[in-house]
């Protein structure tokens, strides 16, 4: 019964210490979305902190780190365990479609020096008092957002809410997308368009110019500081 009920995690519960330790596997999405993974954790750090899971019907083969001390020294040596190749871990049907497609140059999948200087980038517009003086435009549009949702039939939480919270708080830093009444629905959509690859990072596509342009100019202005 995969409805996150008791019953379902302590049936998984009872699995993950039942299941030989070689064929245990933590890609198990429904585990996550009942809260029942937990237990599978557990073991491995007992038993096998450093552990490899074969090539399956839906993932390729991947290690799991779930010690906090093995996961500091994975994390911090950047040298041997690079984050170029991806910091998720994809379906082989997502992978497959996302190979088709150009890989983009997003810092969080960037290793140091690179990572390092558009952290220094993007970390001003999220410091303590930036985010004060946002908390009330977000938390209005944030409202708007919330009091669309249908009511009475089911509905993408990520698709009407996820997204569209995302992409306002992105065009909220991008001035030069904002209307003069100082919203930004358009720069929403163009944002929205651009995150989720309804209209592709190209140099031809309005929204890649503005957002391009706007974040050369910072990292320019940050290179300067």
Known sequence: MDDGSVEFREA???????????????????????????????RLRKESPVHWTPRGDEYDGFWSISRYQDIMAVDTNHEVFSSADGIVLQSLEAKAESDKRPRGNSFIAMDPPGHDIQRK????????????????????????????????????????????LTAMTLALRLPLCRDISGEAPKA???AKDCATGS??????????????????DRCFATSLT
Not at 130 to 150: F, T
Not at 199 to 213: A, F, L, N
């Open 188 to 190: 929403t959509a163009r």
């Open 121 to 164: 980038t993007v970390s001003p517009a999220v410091a303590p008092q930036n985010l004060q003086a946002m908390s009330p435009i977000i938390r209005a549009e944030a409202g708007k957002i919330l009091d669309s949702l249908p009511i009475g039939v089911e509905f993408d939480w990520v698709d009407l809410v996820s997204k569209e």
């Open 199 to 216: 209209r592709p990072w190209t140099g031809t596509s309005r929204c890649s110019v503005e957002v391009t342009t706007a974040w050369a």
């Open 12 to 42: 998984a519960a009872a699995e993950a210490w039942a299941t030989p330790i070689e064929a245990l596997n933590p890609a198990q999405s429904d585990l996550f979305v009942n809260d029942a993974m937990w237990p599978i954790f557990d």
